[in-house]
């Protein structure tokens, strides 16, 4: 019955009514989105650099307060030796990575006038079947990702800037473990756009055997990378890894270390997004109160008739709450309807977000994500918003006596 009367009365007051259903599916649209957003960030982070990268890292202990952690005498001895012997079934893949700083020159003539342009870049030597570098190997737009383990991977960034294409070469300038200084001029064998400014222009992919000869560092690599079945299970398994390593001087990270500053950027994007949640309550709660009390005061008289043949303040109550009610859940459906879709469209679209997220290391265009869990708790969030507004509106209005609720104005 109360279901009926309040139907009837959100259409005999549509103006206000309008104005509490406008309110709730606005607030639960822009919760959606903001939501898909951040959610978004979240699964790049999560999803995409932390397997590009690792679980777990091994790496020399000492490297880590160096003032060069790059420094090739913190390279790991026998590496592929010392990846292939650790053990865990927990673990998918396991491989040794060649870090080293270099200069990347554009070959000229000796006789040419031209000056060489070069970029200062961080080298990966990798085994040419790595499964890590996924952003490099699913951005490869030229040629393939080192074929038969020959050739050099570059940015179409950086191959502007030093003005080279693929199928020409380059020279890479080195320093060996001896401090000798050393070059290669080698093949291009493909291009690629990570998505990332900062990885475009910082980093160029070798084979693991070339950079060794590049260094002068047969058999040793800067880290051991580990991908696992669960990432949840890292800090276990980095435990179990270290013990077998124990004694070698080296450090064992799981990524909740090693992207330590990537999670606290995490944690401040969900404070955030809290604080979002927090505004729209108080900014639709205020709208949303104010026009349900506004409804409740035009219509006093009649309550105060109701009253006076025999309807109860409870009843009366849980008449204005099934209003509310809904109100509430007209709104945010409403706003999930026109939310959901728009956070699935962004999801395939992508949204650019410019130089925020190149900042912080991936690619600028986002991805927002739908999730369930939001969908349920922005139902219930806007649908709860207009219940509380109908309910402190019900309190107000049955504080009246039935004589005073007739004579008011």
Excluded at 66 to 81: E, H
Excluded at 217 to 244: H, I, T, Y
Excluded at 308 to 320: D, H
Aim: proline letters at 3%; glycine letters at 10%; a neutral charge.
């Amino acid at each position: 019955m109360f279901a009926k009367i309040a139907l009837l009365n959100i259409v005999k007051h549509a103006k206000r009514s309008v104005v509490v259903f406008v309110g709730v599916a606005i607030a639960v649209l822009v919760l959606s989105l903001v939501g898909g957003v951040i959610r978004g960030i979240q699964d790049t982070v999560l999803g995409s650099i932390v397997p590009t990268a690792g679980h777990i890292v091994i790496s020399q202990a000492a490297s880590k307060d160096a003032v060069n952690p790059l420094d090739l005498k913190y390279l790991i001895p026998d590496a592929d030796a010392l990846v292939a012997g650790l053990k865990d079934d927990r673990i998918t893949v396991q491989e040794s990575v060649l870090t080293f700083g270099a200069l990347v020159v554009q070959p000229v003539p000796t006789d040419s006038k031209q000056e060489a342009k070069n970029l200062a870049m961080l080298g990966q030597g990798v085994k040419p079947d790595t499964k890590f570098l996924q952003n490099i190997r699913a951005g490869i737009t030229e040629g393939s990702f080192l074929p038969g383990g020959e050739g050099i991977m570059l940015s179409e960034r950086a191959a502007k800037l030093l003005d080279v294409k693929l199928g020409g070469t380059v020279m890479v300038l080195t320093q060996d473990r001896g401090n000798n200084p050393w070059y290669q001029e080698i093949p291009i064998a493909g291009l690629f756009n990570s998505g990332s400014e900062q990885t475009d222009l910082g980093i160029f992919v070798v084979s693991q055997e070339t950079a060794r000869t590049l260094v002068d560092a047969d058999g040793m690599s800067r880290e051991l990378r580990f991908l696992l079945k669960d990432q949840n299970d890292a800090p276990a398994v980095a435990a179990a890894l270290a013990k077998q390593v124990e004694g070698r001087g080296l450090r064992v990270e799981p990524w909740e270390i090693t992207f330590s500053s990537l999670l606290s950027i995490l944690r401040f994007l969900d404070i955030l997004f809290f604080i979002i949640r927090l505004f729209f309550v108080i900014v639709a709660g205020s709208v949303i109160t104010n026009s349900i009390l506004m409804t409740v005061f035009e219509r006093t008289r009649e309550y105060g008739t109701l009253r006076a043949i025999g309807l109860k303040t409870r009843q009366l109550q849980a008449m204005i709450l099934t209003e509310g009610l809904l109100l509430g859940m007209f709104g945010a459906l409403a706003g999930l309807i026109l939310g959901v879709p728009a956070v699935l469209g962004l999801s395939h679209l992508g949204l650019d977000m410019g130089n925020a997220t190149e900042y912080i290391g991936f690619s600028s265009r986002i991805y927002p994500q739908l999730s369930w869990a939001d969908v349920g708790f922005n139902f219930v969030f806007g649908t709860l918003i207009a219940v509380f507004a109908s309910f402190y509106a019900a309190r107000v209005s049955s504080r009246l006596t039935v004589s005073e609720a007739l004579a008011y104005t």
